[in-house]
Protein backbone atom coordinates (compact mmCIF):
# COMPACT_ATOMS: atom_id res chain seq x y z
CA UNK A 1 0.00 0.00 0.00
CA UNK A 2 1.00 3.53 -0.41
CA UNK A 3 0.61 6.32 1.67
CA UNK A 4 -2.34 8.25 -1.28
CA UNK A 5 -3.79 4.91 -0.61
CA UNK A 6 -4.28 4.62 2.39
CA UNK A 7 -4.97 8.10 2.95
CA UNK A 8 -7.61 7.37 0.20
CA UNK A 9 -9.02 4.29 1.79
CA UNK A 10 -9.71 6.91 4.86
CA UNK A 11 -11.67 8.94 3.46
CA UNK A 12 -13.70 6.37 1.50
CA UNK A 13 -14.40 5.26 5.29
CA UNK A 14 -15.31 8.91 6.11
CA UNK A 15 -17.82 9.33 3.87
CA UNK A 16 -19.34 5.65 4.41
CA UNK A 17 -19.55 6.23 7.78
CA UNK A 18 -21.36 9.93 7.02
CA UNK A 19 -23.45 7.87 4.84
CA UNK A 20 -24.89 5.84 7.18
CA UNK A 21 -25.62 8.16 9.36
CA UNK A 22 -27.24 10.30 7.22
CA UNK A 23 -29.49 7.36 6.30
CA UNK A 24 -30.49 6.89 9.48
CA UNK A 25 -31.47 10.10 9.98
CA UNK A 26 -33.73 10.11 6.87
CA UNK A 27 -35.27 6.91 8.13
CA UNK A 28 -36.28 8.11 11.11
CA UNK A 29 -37.95 11.07 9.93
CA UNK A 30 -39.61 8.67 7.41
CA UNK A 31 -40.83 6.48 10.36
CA UNK A 32 -42.19 9.08 12.36
CA UNK A 33 -43.42 10.98 8.67
CA UNK A 34 -45.14 7.53 8.12
CA UNK A 35 -46.61 7.11 11.98
CA UNK A 36 -48.35 10.84 11.77
CA UNK A 37 -50.02 9.82 8.38
CA UNK A 38 -51.48 6.68 9.42
CA UNK A 39 -52.39 8.68 13.11
CA UNK A 40 -54.30 10.58 10.69
CA UNK A 41 -55.59 7.86 8.43
CA UNK A 42 -56.91 6.33 11.68
CA UNK A 43 -58.58 9.70 12.86
CA UNK A 44 -60.29 10.44 10.12
CA UNK A 45 -61.63 6.14 9.46
CA UNK A 46 -63.11 6.50 13.05
CA UNK A 47 -65.27 10.00 11.77
CA UNK A 48 -66.42 8.05 8.62
CA UNK A 49 -67.27 5.12 10.33
CA UNK A 50 -68.94 6.61 13.94
CA UNK A 51 -71.39 8.68 10.83
CA UNK A 52 -72.07 5.17 9.18
CA UNK A 53 -73.62 4.16 11.99
CA UNK A 54 -75.54 6.78 12.81
CA UNK A 55 -77.26 6.74 9.67
CA UNK A 56 -77.44 2.90 9.89
CA UNK A 57 -79.52 2.91 13.00
CA UNK A 58 -82.03 6.13 11.90
CA UNK A 59 -82.35 3.69 8.91
CA UNK A 60 -83.24 0.94 11.04
CA UNK A 61 -86.33 2.36 12.56
CA UNK A 62 -88.14 2.69 9.66
CA UNK A 63 -86.93 -0.47 8.09
CA UNK A 64 -88.06 -2.20 11.49
CA UNK A 65 -91.66 -0.95 11.38
CA UNK A 66 -92.41 -1.33 7.69
CA UNK A 67 -91.17 -5.13 8.44
CA UNK A 68 -93.81 -5.29 11.07
CA UNK A 69 -96.65 -4.21 9.29
CA UNK A 70 -95.86 -5.88 6.39
CA UNK A 71 -96.40 -9.49 7.61
CA UNK A 72 -99.03 -11.56 6.72
CA UNK A 73 -101.30 -11.52 10.49
CA UNK A 74 -104.09 -9.84 11.55
CA UNK A 75 -102.33 -6.37 12.86
CA UNK A 76 -103.93 -3.15 14.67
CA UNK A 77 -105.46 -0.85 12.19
CA UNK A 78 -105.17 -2.95 8.87
CA UNK A 79 -108.43 -1.87 7.97
CA UNK A 80 -108.24 1.83 8.43
CA UNK A 81 -108.43 4.24 5.45
CA UNK A 82 -105.20 6.08 7.27
CA UNK A 83 -103.46 3.13 8.19
CA UNK A 84 -100.64 3.77 5.54
CA UNK A 85 -99.86 7.06 6.11
CA UNK A 86 -99.96 6.56 10.27
CA UNK A 87 -97.26 3.66 9.82
CA UNK A 88 -95.18 6.27 7.39
CA UNK A 89 -95.74 8.49 9.66
CA UNK A 90 -94.53 6.62 12.65
CA UNK A 91 -91.64 5.69 10.84
CA UNK A 92 -90.43 9.14 9.86
CA UNK A 93 -90.79 9.98 13.34
CA UNK A 94 -89.01 7.03 14.58
CA UNK A 95 -86.60 8.33 12.62
CA UNK A 96 -86.52 12.12 13.53
CA UNK A 97 -86.46 11.36 17.09
CA UNK A 98 -83.12 8.99 16.56
CA UNK A 99 -81.57 11.76 14.54
CA UNK A 100 -82.36 14.40 17.29
CA UNK A 101 -80.86 11.46 19.87
CA UNK A 102 -78.21 11.35 18.02
CA UNK A 103 -77.33 14.75 17.15
CA UNK A 104 -77.90 15.11 21.45
CA UNK A 105 -75.21 13.01 21.86
CA UNK A 106 -72.93 14.20 19.08
CA UNK A 107 -72.76 11.43 16.97
CA UNK A 108 -73.60 13.58 13.89
Known amino acids: M ?3 DEDL ?3 ALTEYRQAISTAEIHSGILTATLGAFASIISNNLNIVMKFLAAVTIIIAFPTMIAS ?3 MNVNLPFQNH ?3 FIGI ?3 AVLAS ?3 LWLLRR ?3 F
Open 81 to 83: PWA
Open 96 to 98: LFA
Open 105 to 107: WRM
Open 2 to 4: FPE
Open 9 to 11: LED
Open 88 to 90: LGL
Open 68 to 70: LFG
